[in-house]
């Protein structure tokens, strides 16, 4: 059981919008720590996609955004294409943890 | 261009020791905290462990502590993994991961990843 909550899948069309919640608690999103997004396409390694919450590293379309409130984060995609399908983690820091701590992840399936 | 190279693992019994390496090149290796992350096969992203850019700081996560040890050579651009008393569950593929600053967590470059295996 993750310390993070993702739904295990999300699906939408071509050119559709569509988003991943990620819930956590007092301990770590809702103490106000960042959350970081990462996305993994199929046998290779994860990639940053959203850091500190709603910020996109250069080279990443701004398809891709990210929001928060509360203890809840969510990472939203635009313009749905074929190549987003892939898994998608949320990440934060757990201060009950003294550590980092990941989504369960997320795949979304392009229809 | 960054580039991290792990390196390393392998199938090991249970109980047995590993040391896994992280080669660090395009970017000034001394100046970035650096982390291990684990996924076991067909399973989720695991946070391993972080060492700080000067390696002051260490710190692990619950599953590992006391068992693994990270370090780095900030001469050599190397990350280490020192894992002993392996068990079953340590089986996974390990990246090393740059952070994006000091230990902000946010891990803007990965390896490939290194495989192991513990197994009888």
């Known amino acids: 059981q993750s310390v993070l909550t993702q739904p295990p899948s999300v699906s939408g069309a071509p050119g559709q919008r569509v988003t991943i919640s990620c819930t956590g608690s007092s301990s770590n999103i809702g103490a106000g720590y960042n959350v970081h997004w990462y996305q993994q396409l199929p046998g290779t390694a994860p990639k940053l996609l959203i850091y500190?919450?709603?910020n996109r590293p250069s080279g990443v379309p701004d398809r891709f955004s990210g929001s928060k409130s509360g203890t809840s984060v969510s990472l939203a995609i635009t313009g749905l294409q074929a190549e987003d399908e892939a898994d998608y983690y949320c990440?934060?820091?757990?201060?009950?943890?003294?550590?980092?701590?990941f989504g369960g992840g997320t795949k979304l399936t392009v229809l | 261009q960054v580039q991290l190279v792990e390196s390393g693992g392998g199938v090991v019994q249970p109980g047995r020791s590993l040391r896994l390496s992280c080669a660090a090149s395009?970017?000034?290796?001394?100046?970035?905290?650096m982390h291990w992350v684990r996924q076991a096969p067909g399973k989720g992203l695991e946070w391993v462990a972080l060492?700080?850019?000067?390696?002051?700081?260490?710190s692990y996560a619950d599953s590992v502590k006391g068992r693994f040890t990270i370090s780095r050579d900030n001469s050599n651009n190397t990350l280490y993994l020192q894992m002993n008393s392996l068990r079953d569950e340590d089986s996974a593929l390990y990246y090393c991961?740059?952070?994006?600053?000091?230990?902000?967590?946010?891990?803007?470059?990965w390896g490939q990843g290194t495989l192991v295996t513990v197994s009888s």
């Open positions: 500190n919450n709603n």
């Open positions: 395009g970017f000034t290796f001394s100046s970035y905290g």
């Open positions: 060492i700080s850019y000067d390696g002051s700081k260490k």
């Open positions: 990440q934060s820091y757990d201060s009950s943890l003294s550590g980092w701590v």
């Open positions: 991961a740059k952070d994006r600053m000091a230990s902000t967590g946010a891990f803007d470059y």
